[in-house]
């Protein structure tokens, strides 16, 4: 299947609600300049370790941090990271999916495709596999 152009190539990333909110929160303290690691830390109330696998996760999908010292900024607007951030999984049913599926737009598209393809799958392919000789 061929991408269009304006498709992303999208990490796979399941996150919950909270770790969601803590991102966002952690991007929105950094779009507003360089900010100390321990403002970060008391703000967001997290480790040391947990603030690491933040920014690895920020990485991945992405979203550019950058450090001068003991400080962080981000590198882009909170349009662009927000773009870029992934969103939890918000438990739509079928009837939901198919509704917001039906709306204009880039992301109604997306939730078309993916609609359609858990309730209209490929066929199976039509090759049989060989039985092993035992």
């Not at 370790?49 to 450090?67: A, N």
């Not at 400080?71 to 951030?85: D, V």
């Not at 204009?104 to 039985?131: D, F, W």
Request: proline content about 7%; some cysteine.
């Amino acid at each position: 299947m061929k991408r269009s152009a304006s498709h992303r190539r999208r990490p796979v990333v399941h996150i919950t609600l909270g770790r969601a909110a803590r991102l966002h929160r952690l991007l929105s303290m950094l779009e507003e300049g360089p900010t100390a690691r321990e403002a970060l830390l008391d703000g967001l109330a997290m480790g040391l370790r947990t603030f690491y696998r933040e920014l690895d996760l920020l990485k991945r999908c992405g979203i550019k941090v950058q450090r001068d010292g003991k400080t962080y900024k981000i590198r882009s607007t909170m349009a662009e990271a927000e773009g870029l951030l992934p969103f939890p999984d918000p438990q739509l049913s079928f009837a939901e999916m198919a509704e917001l599926a039906r709306h204009p737009g880039e992301a109604a598209r997306r939730l078309a495709e993916i609609y359609l393809g858990v309730v209209q799958p490929p066929a199976p392919s039509t090759k049989r596999r060989r039985k092993k000789d035992g």
